[in-house]
């Protein structure tokens, strides 16, 4: 069955454009904005950089995520002009073009003349020398950089604040998708905490997370471990990642495992983790894990948490970290107490009447 949920990523990578969830008037509202806010800063075009690492920019004009480390791609905005240049060849744009509202040219690997063809768009409309925000400029890698930089004598103007403010103002259709995609990754994390035995192996359980995912609808997914020889991150706020990528090793009996599950579900990517149990588990790590979660729910109310926990948050979106002032964020908490550990975080909404939990249920239980 997960051979199946493959083809459609084989064809046209982590790209998808469902006209329900995301109608025509949502792309057209999001490109009026986008020619306001140029508008507003005097910007005669809106060059955008993106790749695999950082899609989200490029995502948000035209709808495309690279899917390949070797696929990047720009997108030239007008007040009458919308046009992406891929590096994908022909055969996989006919793939791609029905699910991005961009019309795009392909770039073709042998060639290596991306910088090029956007020069090319740049020269017929005749942008060369007015004002051109560029966003995701410094993401470039230097030899493509060094490419473009000449293209634009007068240089150009920094973009990346104009478009990640407009990014981080969710739409109600936005939002609905975010919500969707965090249902779909709680049905996704029980049934991998169901999956926790003894004797399963990591790789096992990390082959698990990434079938149960795919088959909820996840176009990617990211999934990471912590157990007891991992080291806890420190208390209070901080940026220290505690989980990992699987071992070969097998869960022993009574274990607690710290699971993190990241997804992409049209575009838009969700966070969870959560502590499961190699069996039933014991009244000690019962009690911790119950702390973990109360600690959660004080941050999400606003309230400093009791007891010594570390948190860790960041804004998510169409990129697995978006910045601070994003409407949407990955809320995490670790708890460690008597040498037990727990771990808790959702997908929240940053509201002004409150932090809420996207979906519309939780279940808390491990």
Same mark, same amino acid.
């Given at each position: ?191 991998? &905490?169901? *999956? +926790? #035995?003894?004797?399963? !192996? ?9 079938? /149960?995912?795919?088959? $909820? ?112 964020? &990955?809320? *995490? +908490? #670790?708890?460690?107490? !008597? ?9 929240? /909404?940053?509201?002004? $009447? ?13």
């Amino acid at each position: 069955m997960s051979s199946l949920v493959r083809v459609p990523i084989l064809r046209h990578g982590m790209t998808k454009w469902d006209r329900e969830l995301l109608p025509q008037s949502e792309v057209d509202a999001r490109i009026a904005r986008l020619r306001a806010a140029m508008q507003a800063e005097k910007l005669d075009a809106l060059l955008v950089y993106g790749d695999m690492w950082h899609s989200g920019g490029l995502a948000y004009v035209t709808n495309f995520h690279p899917f390949d480390a070797r696929m990047p791609g720009f997108a030239v905005l007008t007040p009458t002009l919308l046009e992406a240049v891929l590096k994908v060849s022909s055969r996989d744009l006919t793939f791609i073009s029905p699910f991005i509202w961009a019309p795009a040219q392909p770039s073709d690997f042998l060639a290596n003349d991306l910088a090029g063809q956007v020069e090319d768009i740049i020269m017929r409309e005749g942008l060369q020398t007015k004002r051109v925000g560029f966003a995701g400029a410094a993401l470039m890698p230097p030899a493509l950089a060094a490419a473009i930089k000449p293209i634009f004598p007068n240089g150009t103007i920094p973009a990346d604040a104009l478009l990640n403010a407009l990014r981080a103002q969710k739409t109600s259709a936005e939002r609905a998708i975010l919500r969707l995609a965090a249902t779909k990754g709680e049905a996704a994390i029980a049934e991998i &905490a169901a *999956h +926790v #035995a003894p004797g399963v !192996n990591e790789t096992e359980l990390a082959a698990f997370a990434d079938y /149960a995912a795919r088959k $909820a609808g996840a176009q990617d997914v990211e999934f990471l471990m912590h157990t007891q020889g991992d080291r806890m991150p420190a208390t209070g706020n901080t940026s220290s990642f505690p989980f990992r990528p699987h071992t070969e090793r097998a869960l022993e009996r009574g274990e607690h495992v710290g699971v993190y599950l990241t997804l992409q579900f049209h575009g838009y990517w969700t966070e969870l983790s959560q502590s499961v149990y190699a069996g039933t588990p014991s009244a000690q790590q019962r009690a911790v894990y119950d702390s973990c979660v109360a600690a959660f729910d004080q941050q999400l109310e606003g309230t400093t948490p009791a007891g010594a926990v570390a948190v860790w948050t960041h804004g998510i979106g169409l990129d697995r970290e978006e910045g601070d002032a994003s409407v949407t964020a &990955a809320l *995490h +908490v #670790a708890a460690e107490r !008597n040498g037990e550990r727990a771990f808790y975080g959702r997908t929240i /909404a940053r509201e002004p $009447a409150g932090n809420t939990i996207l979906t519309a249920s939780l279940a808390k239980s491990a």
